[in-house]
């Protein structure tokens, strides 16, 4: 477990004079002007991100941080310059097991991408600025972590690029991919290519054992109802299932719960909500909640009935979902799930590939731990890959 030390109540940044300064916000005291800049950042990233955006962020370090580890900060054009980038941090005493000093991207377990929020084209200057502040404060030591980054995009080439420029190359430390949907084909042929013929023909007969239980449809919230009324029913839904049996549903924490509710309610109110539920009659037999950020979108959250398991539920809606295709806005959606997912990797056929990445701080004493920590890592992940089968020779 990563133990974080409190960040100094103040950080010092750059000079009034200066072209371009680092501030550390209280996310819950945000003057109208950042808060609107913030907003206004959103639309113009390098690449989105909801879970930085201030709709989702700002409760996430109210409730999902109690004891107040992260801090918002905030890459500045000077003093009354435009805002450049946003990025939560932490200040981390430990690196896995290793007693290591470090600053680390901040997230929660619901928090499913690591960019910072960035405008686009400036991705080089922000990550610039960025480190040279980490270079001079006190409690930034050794390296900057940045968990989930999309990999070879243009965040993840621009600090690659300001590590070397600084004299010491960035080390991505770990890789993932997961499920993603991407693609120009439509919803109806889209399914056809990704899913065996086989599957289709069950998937349609459980539709149609399961259209003889009731009326069945699909519906999607458009903001003629209470966005609450379908906030409480995924929270039960996903609460009656393995993960409420598990104590890692939404609802089983009381944290959690307040932040869900919040950030749905916040995306509906700032036209970032797309969920979709199917029902049986009046019940919902599964749930989707999908966050929009054009040009993507992000699958943030599923939930489906275990007693009518027999239906695939879960599926049948994620067919449904495909319609997203068809949006003109959106060009791919995240799938936010884990590597290897059972149902959704045998629905959508892309793949977004991920990066964890250290990027070296500028002091000799931070450049030489860091440069022994970059040998320890890859000669552990050497030790640990699987020895190469070797072919016989002809």
Known sequence: MTVYPAFPATAAAAPDSAPLAVRIVDPLALSDDLAAAWDGLADEASEPNPFVERWCLQPALHLLDPAREARLVMVMGGRDGPLIGVMPLASAVKYGPLPLRHVTGWAHPNHFHGAPLVRAGMEHLFWSILLGWCDAAGWAHTLIHVPRLTGDAPLHRALADVSRDRGAAAEIVHREERALLESDLSPAAYWDVAVRAKKRKELRRQASRLAEEGRVSVRRWTGEEPIEQWIGAFLDLEARGWKGRAGSALASHGDTEAWFRAIVAAAAAAGRLDMRALVLNDRPLAMLVNFLAVPGAFSFKTAFDE????????????????????????????????????????????????????APLGGSGDRLRFRALATAERLWRRWKRPAAKVEDQP
């Not at 049948?316 to 791919?332: C, E, G, K």
């Not at 959606?333 to 977004?352: K, L, N, Q, T, Y």
């Open 307 to 358: 007693d009518y398991a027999r239906f695939s539920p879960g599926v049948l809606l994620q067919q449904a979902n495909l319609d997203l295709l068809d949006d003109p806005r959106i060009a791919w959606v995240d799938s936010c799930a884990a590597p290897g997912h059972p149902m959704i990797d045998s629905v959508w056929r892309e793949r977004r590939h991920l990066v964890w990445v250290n």
